[in-house]
Each structure stands twice: as structure tokens, then as C-alpha cells.
Nanobody, 121 residues
Framework: QVQLVESGGGLVQAGGSLRLSCAAA????????MAWYRQVAGKQRELVAAITSGGNPNYADSVKGRFTISRDVAKNTVYLQMNSLNPEDTAVYYC???????????????WGQGTQVTVSS
């Protein structure tokens, strides 16, 4: 069984920074891609940033230049460095990973439990 364990959320003032972490635990063949999504109550979950197995990042327009996604392949961990935060970034942030599992051998999408990020003005 695979689990994604998130950490790093919290309360920060506008202009501040936070770093989110998400580690994949369990038995699996490999991690294909990892991503961060966020969701505000009453709205759809939206993609914030994603990174491929080759390390190529992709960002939502609203966070380009402020957020950086990275991964540590050896630690099966993805990070989201968030700078210049503003109140519009307030949301629950979810880690997402596309993982090839051992048996049966196939790809599954997993989600973390979510971590709250609150930016005060």
C-alpha cells in the first residue's frame, strides 16, 4: 500500500514564504510524476505545479515566478517552495503522485491528506 505524507502548511503573513513537503511511502516500482493541487472551500481543486520523472516542472499562471516545485528522487519526496505569498493563495494544498505499484503492475494516482495554508493580509 502506498501513502503520501504531507507536511509544512501553516499560517503566514502576506509576502512570506512556506515550504511544503510530500513523501511517498510503501512498496512501488517507481514514481512517474508528482504534483501539488489546492482547493478552496466551494471551488474545484486546481493544479498548482507538477514535475515529471525527468524533473521538468509546470506551473499554473497564478504562481509562476513565486512557487518552485522540486523532487528528491532518492527520498521519494516532492517539495513546493512558496514565496511572495498573498491571501489568494490560502487553500488546502494536496500532494498528488502517479505511481507504478508492484502487484498488479500498473499505474495509480494517489493523493495526500491535504495541508492547510493560510495567508493573512
Amino acid at each position: 500500500q502506498v501513502q503520501l505524507v504531507e507536511s509544512g502548511g501553516g499560517l503566514v503573513q502576506a509576502g512570506g514564504s512556506l515550504r511544503l513537503s510530500c513523501a511517498a511511502a510503501g512498496r512501488f516500482v517507481r514514481i512517474n510524476s508528482m504534483a501539488w493541487y489546492r482547493q478552496v472551500a466551494g471551488k474545484q481543486r486546481e493544479l498548482v505545479a507538477a514535475i515529471t520523472s525527468g524533473g521538468n516542472p509546470n506551473y499554473a499562471d497564478s504562481v509562476k515566478g513565486r512557487f518552485t516545485i522540486s523532487r528528491d528522487v532518492a527520498k521519494n519526496t516532492v517539495y513546493l517552495q512558496m514565496n511572495s505569498l498573498n491571501p489568494e493563495d490560502t487553500a488546502v494544498y494536496y500532494c498528488n503522485a502517479d505511481i507504478r505499484v508492484v502487484f498488479p503492475v500498473r499505474d495509480y494516482v494517489y493523493w495526500g491528506q491535504g495541508t492547510q495554508v493560510t495567508v493573512s493580509s
